[in-house]
């Protein structure tokens, strides 16, 4: 076990948590038979153009049966034609009678293309969202999608739309699902929701935040709409005195993805140190599946190499008091030349208990190797009732105790920071990237690397940037 110093544990403060196994893992909700119950759904929009910068499909689900429906059962779909092979989509929802937090949206690809839809719009809805008795309906739900470029859409050629649909009025030509049966609407020929064939739809049944982070800046407004924010504050880890520096979070395409990359670079002092860290604004996450896909790197981009630098990703809560029981975290630590006591590069995985900061003392169990990691890494780590397991590009990286299992939810974060400035004394400017590809949260399910890669593709697949299920704790 290795021995941290004191400020090597500062990043705490700005942190978020977990729960010990106490309580089994929520059970998936039972499925219920259409019989028990059927909706309909209504549309109108007030969009009503041939083309507009966004389409907006507003939407009621209305129980029409004689059981109690619990919404997170059931799904709608509003069929469209892409207006290029290439084009990309984000979904919000600007307004809902029963709260925005509770409303979901993915896009798929039809598996039968036809003249007017070759996508799909699917609305679903968390466990927030409650019930629907006999009866009632959601109330308004003010949804809209626009293509990730802003560019005008046309959608007088979509299966769903109708321009005249100015009132809330019954609507055929959106699906409704029930518990995986359609009772509702008519899809465009040959798409049924139900056919199996159809290759778009993000596997699993757990609430999920996914982000393949696609924004154009530090500034962009949707960074911190998508709950998301970007280290500005004083503090540790890493050199005392060092700015957090937002405008080195930046975002490009690579391969085809978009990329976060997190810039640290240092010219030997406190002054001239710039570290980064990005951070769910939320601490809403606890047992479940994690998966990142990091890109470290052992030499800078420019300069001389040497740094003790740490490239990271992991889940954390704050430390209420020393050693206090309630405190966890899980990482994994790259650490490209070394550092805490290591003569050369080293990739930690840490599974943490609580800790003391001063004098230092930590309780936490980890796994090591120590070797080069340089280059893309698939990253998991999954917990559940039982044990925290992390993987590394597929295979088994190590497995850590009951004891270190959360107590509290936690934040999600990356970060990329300097242990001290001893490794390499020169004070010729240097900078060195952490770059990430996506991150993949699954609330209280456990899911092997195989079945992350699958739900990722599938995400990407349906032109689904960004998505966030996750219920607020």
């Known amino acids: 076990m290795r021995t941290r110093p004191t400020l090597g544990r500062g990043r705490l403060a700005l942190a978020l948590s977990a729960l010990l196994g106490s309580a089994v893992l929520t059970a998936l909700p039972p499925q219920a038979s259409a019989a028990d119950g059927s909706v309909a759904v209504q549309y109108r929009t007030s969009a009503t153009g041939a083309t507009a910068d966004q389409s907006e499909p507003w939407l009621k689900v209305r129980n029409t049966g004689s059981s109690t429906v619990q919404l997170s059962q059931v799904k709608v779909r509003y069929y469209f034609k892409a207006d290029s092979a290439s084009a990309a989509y984000r979904f919000a929802c600007s307004w809902a009678v029963r709260g925005c ?4 949206g993915i896009f798929g690809t039809l598996a ?8 799909y719009l699917e609305i679903g809805f968390t466990s927030a969202a409650g019930t629907l008795a006999p009866g009632t309906d959601t109330g308004d739900m003010q949804l809209r999608f626009h293509q990730s470029s802003w560019q005008t859409l046309r959608q007088s ?11 809330y009025a019954d609507w055929n030509k959106v699906t409704a699902q029930l518990s995986g049966a359609t009772v509702w609407g008519t899809a465009p020929a040959g798409n049924d929701p139900t056919d199996p064939t159809d290759p778009t739809d993000p596997p699993g049944s757990g609430q999920t935040l996914f982000d393949d982070f696609s924004y154009s800046s530090h500034t ?3 960074v911190a709409a998508h709950g998301w924010s970007i280290r500005s504050n004083s503090g540790g880890p890493g050199v005392p005195g060092a700015t957090w520096d937002p405008s080195k979070v930046t975002f490009s395409n690579s391969g085809g993805n978009s990329v976060m990359n997190l810039e640290t670079s240092t010219a030997g002092t406190a002054g001239s140190t710039r570290q980064t860290e990005i951070l769910t604004q939320a601490t809403k996450f606890r047992n479940g599946t ?3 896909r990091v890109k470290f790197s052992d030499a800078p981009k420019s300069g001389p190499d040497g740094d003790r630098l740490v490239q990271t990703f992991f889940t954390i809560n704050d430390l209420k008091a020393p050693m206090a029981d309630d405190y966890a975290e899980y990482d994994f630590e790259y650490l490209p030349n070394g550092g805490w006591g290591e003569p050369s590069n080293i990739l930690y995985t840490t599974s943490w208990e609580t800790y003391n900061p001063d004098p230092w003392q930590a309780v936490n169990q980890h796994s090591e190797a120590r ?9 998991v780590v999954t917990i559940d009732n039982n044990s925290i397991t992390y993987y590394v590009d597929g295979q ?7 004891q270190y299992l959360p107590e509290r939810p936690m934040s999600i974060n990356f970060n990329q920071w ?13 900078a060195y990237d952490q770059q990430v590809d996506y991150v993949l949260h699954v609330k209280d399910q456990v899911l092997t690397p195989a079945q992350v890669t699958a739900k990722v593709t599938a995400y990407r697949t349906a032109g689904t940037a960004f998505v966030d299920e996750v219920p607020a704790s």
């Open 418 to 430: 300097l242990i001290d400035l001893a490794g390499q004394t020169s004070t010729t400017p240097r």
């Open 220 to 222: 962009d407004p949707t």
């Open 290 to 292: 994690y998966a990142a």
């Open 371 to 379: 070797r080069s990691y340089a280059g893309w890494h698939d990253l």
């Open 112 to 119: 039968h293309p036809t003249a007017t839809a070759d996508r």
């Open 396 to 402: 088994l990286f190590g497995t850590h105790d009951a």
């Open 157 to 167: 050629d979509d299966y769903s739309f109708s321009g005249s649909q100015t009132s």
């Open 101 to 104: 937090a509770g409303i979901t």
